[in-house]
């Protein structure tokens, strides 16, 4: 028997550009909605991003569009021509989520605002991103145009983890600021499809990148609110240790927190001796003597270990430790392997492998992992959406292509 995904029956009409909504859209894709992506007949900006491949359709495919793509049909529409918008004015009718994040106040000015579209389909749940929201009063950068690393510097971050005399290390984690406010914006979709169904409305879901990254790392205002504030260029001092040390072929990570923690490491270092000594009596003497005392031990016992053989010795103690794995070490993880996190995406430019991209993290139980569909070619699904979903004959269709109107993949 076939097991329905859970957003199964669930439509969604993505104008979409990058990673913020894409990611958000490729979520729902994966748990089974029907996303359809609204593209300019040259492709949304995302397959423009380098590095790239060239797709079966002889087209260029940037990495940013592969990571985000799959699963998903394209529909290739002039939206600057009238005759375009009111094609996907017409989409919009039928779907139950359209999805922007075309800029601040762009999608209001070619016609596709959320007042717009929900006066024509009122159950409609409407997902906007943008980087600061889409009140213009309420915040004074409500018009600046926003990529992950702007939400990610003005959440405080970047100066949160700075080392003093260097410049910030930006995009730390790629871009979490886009993919961090994706997964909020699919529980806003999700919450406000619920409360449709007890309502019988949709309504809007307005998500900003800053206000996604304040909520992710909102440990930099909450110490700031409790005392532990940063002088300019000057280590902050903390009462525990986060840090990191060598290993024979790399660097592990190491977290100790609470007294029976720094216990163990104590003992697995043979420093029994440490235990009770006034100079670590608390997270306060860990992190002061951790670069003249306890780095140069832990650095002489993990000398001989490889990072992974490292943390697991830490881990087996008790001690919280991971290896800082570069890109080769990720690709050929057993874990990452057997919860399938890593997919490949086959490569039609002959290049021997494969294009890996993230997996999904949501497992579900009754539900079977259905596999990666390719992403799809700009426009490849433009006659077939408007001949089902608004009647247009295959004529019709090649006259508006003949017309510049619309793209075929």
Same mark, same amino acid.
């Given at each position: ?42 492709? +949304? ?47 919009? @009718? ?5 999805? @922007?994040?075309?800029? #601040?106040?762009? $999608? ?35 018009? /600046?145009?926003?990529? $992950? ?37 699919? %529980?806003?979709?999700?919450? *406000?499809?619920?409360?449709? +169904? ?9 998500? $900003? ?14 110490? /700031?609110?409790?005392?532990?504030? !940063?002088?300019?260029?000057? +280590? ?29 490491? *104590? ?6 001796? /440490?235990?009770?000594?006034? !100079? ?13 005392? %306890?780095?140069? *031990?832990?650095?002489?016992? *993990? ?9 697991? !010795? ?32 086959? !490569? ?26 390719? #992403? ?12 089902? @979903? ?11 292509? $003949? ?7």
């Amino acid at each position: 028997m076939t097991v329905p995904l859970p957003l199964a029956g669930v439509r969604v009409l993505a104008l979409e550009q990058m990673q913020a909504v894409p990611f958000a859209t490729q979520l729902l894709a994966r748990l089974g909605a029907d996303v359809v992506k609204v593209e300019p007949l040259a492709g +949304e900006s995302g397959r423009a991003a380098q590095p790239a491949m060239i797709d079966g359709s002889g087209r260029r495919a940037g990495a940013t569009f592969l990571r985000y793509g799959s699963g998903k049909r394209s529909i290739a529409v002039d939206l600057k021509d009238p005759r375009g918008r009111d094609l996907v004015l017409g989409l919009a @009718e039928r779907f139950d989520v359209l999805a @922007e994040n075309l800029g #601040p106040g762009r $999608a209001d000015r070619l016609g596709f605002g959320y007042e717009s579209v929900s006066e024509r389909n009122p159950r409609l749940v409407y997902l906007s991103i943008t980087g600061f929201g889409r009140d213009v009063e309420g915040s004074p950068y409500a018009r /600046w145009p926003a990529y $992950a690393s702007v939400a990610e510097a003005m959440c405080g971050a970047y100066e949160y983890a700075r080392h003093p005399h260097q410049p910030p290390v930006l995009n730390p984690m790629g871009g979490l600021g886009d993919t961090g406010t994706g997964l909020f914006g699919v %529980i806003g979709v999700l919450a *406000a499809l619920r409360h449709r +169904e007890q309502t019988g409305r949709g309504q809007l879901v307005d998500v $900003a990148m800053l206000d996604a990254m304040l909520s992710i790392s909102d440990v930099v205002t909450n110490f /700031w609110s409790m005392g532990l504030r !940063r002088e300019p260029d000057v +280590e902050t001092r903390v009462p525990y240790l986060l840090t990191s040390f060598r290993c024979r072929d790399g660097w592990c990570v190491l977290q100790v927190s609470r007294p029976h923690q720094f216990e163990r490491l *104590a003992r697995l270092l043979g420093r029994p001796e /440490w235990v009770g000594d006034e !100079r670590f009596a608390d997270g306060w003497g860990w992190h002061d003597r951790w670069p003249d005392t %306890i780095r140069p *031990a832990v650095e002489d016992w *993990a000398a001989g270990y490889g990072m992974r053989d490292a943390a697991g !010795r830490l881990a087996d103690a008790g001690l919280v430790a991971a290896p800082c794995y570069r890109a080769e070490d990720v690709v050929h993880d057993p874990h990452v392997a057997a919860r399938r996190m890593l997919v490949e995406i086959p !490569r039609p430019d002959g290049a021997p492998d494969p294009v890996l991209v993230a997996g999904n993290p949501v497992k579900l139980s009754a539900v079977p992992d259905t596999g990666e569909k390719r #992403p799809p070619y700009v426009g490849e699904h433009t006659a077939e959406l408007l001949g089902a @979903e608004l009647g247009l004959t295959a004529d019709a269709v090649a006259a508006l292509n $003949a017309q510049g109107i619309v793209g075929l993949g």
